[in-house]
């Protein structure tokens, strides 16, 4: 089994910072790439970003980009999430994600292993 723990989210000022970590445990040879996921009340869980194993691919969706920043280390099993310039819309709750796979997609399905999440609120 692979376990993905996410840590760090919290209620945030708009124009305010938050970095948020995802620590896998378990079996961790089976996670390559990984990606962060939000969603909101109502909505469908979007990407947000994605880092390949080797963290030399890298994507992130047009609202983020400029914004947020994915890096990971590997060596403490750890993918991170820099949230800066945080806006209203990017309440949500977010989901770190694992794929068996040394790159994956923006898609959901690209994904096998999924932590419980963890709530970011941004007030105006």
């Known amino acids: 089994q692979v376990m993905l723990v996410e840590s760090g989210g919290g209620l945030v000022q708009a124009g305010g910072s938050l970095r948020l970590s995802c620590a896998a445990s378990g079996r961790t040879f089976r996670v390559y790439a990984m990606g962060w996921f939000r969603q909101a009340p109502g909505k469908e869980r979007d990407v947000v970003g994605t880092i390949s194993w080797s963290g030399g691919n890298i994507y992130y969706a047009d609202s983020v980009k400029g914004r947020f920043s994915i890096s990971r280390d590997n060596a403490k099993n750890t993918v991170y999430l820099q949230m800066n310039s945080l806006k209203s819309e990017d309440t949500a709750i977010y989901y770190c994600?694992?794929?068996?796979?040394?790159?994956?997609?923006?898609?959901?399905?690209?994904?096998?292993?999924w932590g419980q999440g963890t709530q970011v609120t941004v007030s105006s």
């Open positions: 994600a694992g794929a068996r796979a040394v790159v994956a997609g923006p898609m959901k399905e690209d994904y096998d292993y």
